[in-house]
């Protein structure tokens, strides 16, 4: 199978809508594994909106409607959580509709959407990337297509985290069978060969140093556990949901 990541939001700009069979989003630090614990926690969807007044609209929908999200990591005025997976425990989510705003890792589901072309979208981290390696292998497969990584990447540039977290999706699947690996699948690979750890490799990157001085280690090493979690984020008209689970929005 074809694979390729796209290590810089931008480089989207040159894929064609289609030209992949599935398209995984990456956020590891911290989007894509607060949405995986989200869903993890029985959260009945979650809503990936662009910006904080998108996700204040949506307190219209009803009262299960939970807000979530952060810009430069805080937590936003008026909203339910911020952005910490700790926040999303069954007690703050179970059944709920979380909508969320991240800076940059909801706004990669827009991206991965634009490039999908009807194609799946999920959500990848480390924590679920056994798991998530496994479906877009056999979401790619279906459509006899390749398989194509977005890696969220911080404020438009280029995030070693995610090409970390994109590394590890990728030996999953190689793990699986045999894989034909773009130029930014390799890039990712040969980075990762030369980490130490998950924790290390997290902690060493400039949003995860950030993230460490405003007093959030512990998501940093909760985000760097690989493949604890078996649940896939896949995006339904608009929501992730988590797979098998019914209609998020209860219509
Ligand atoms: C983002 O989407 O930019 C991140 O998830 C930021 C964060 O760590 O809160």
């Given at each position: 199978m074809y694979v390729d990541a796209v290590l810089v939001p931008a480089e989207t700009d040159g894929i064609?809508?289609?030209?992949?069979?599935?398209?995984a989003v990456i956020d590891v630090l911290r989007a894509t594994t607060t949405i995986v614990t989200a869903l993890e926690n029985g959260a009945r969807g979650v809503v990936p909106v662009g910006s904080p007044d998108d996700a204040r609209a949506w307190r219209?929908?009803?009262?299960?409607?939970?807000?979530?999200g952060e810009?430069?990591?805080?937590?936003?005025?008026?909203?339910?959580?911020?952005?910490?997976?700790?926040e999303y425990g069954?007690?703050?989510v179970a059944g709920?509709?979380?909508?969320?705003?991240?800076?940059?890792?909801?706004?990669?589901?827009?991206?991965?959407r634009s490039v999908a072309g009807g194609a799946a979208v999920i959500a990848a981290c480390l924590r679920n990337a056994q798991a998530a390696a496994q479906r877009l292998r056999q979401l790619a497969g279906a459509q006899g297509g390749g398989a194509?990584?977005?890696?969220?990447?911080?404020?438009?540039?280029?995030?070693?985290?995610?090409?970390?977290?994109?590394?590890?999706?990728?030996?999953a699947m190689a793990r699986e069978g045999p894989l034909e690996l773009g130029d930014g699948a390799q890039a990712a690979l040969r980075m990762a060969g030369t980490v130490a750890s998950p924790r290390a490799a997290?902690?060493?990157?400039?949003h995860g140093r950030k993230l460490v001085q405003l007093g959030f280690e512990t998501d940093v090493d909760f985000c760097?556990?690989?493949?604890?979690?078996?649940?896939?984020?896949?995006?339904?008209?608009?929501?992730?949901?988590?797979?098998?689970?019914?209609?998020?929005?209860?219509?």
């Open positions: 064609e809508p289609g030209e992949f069979g599935a398209v219209a929908a009803g009262p299960d409607v939970v807000l979530g810009r430069g990591a805080r937590a936003l005025a008026g909203f339910d959580l911020g952005n910490s997976p700790l069954p007690e703050r709920k509709l979380v909508v969320m705003t991240t800076t940059n890792g909801t706004a990669a589901f827009e991206r991965a194509l990584i977005v890696c969220a990447g911080t404020d438009g540039r280029f995030s070693a985290e995610d090409a970390y977290a994109a590394a590890v999706v990728l030996e997290l902690r060493a990157t400039r760097a556990k690989v493949s604890v979690s078996d649940t896939v984020p896949t995006l339904v008209s608009g929501v992730l949901v988590r797979e098998g689970s019914g209609p998020a929005r209860g219509e």
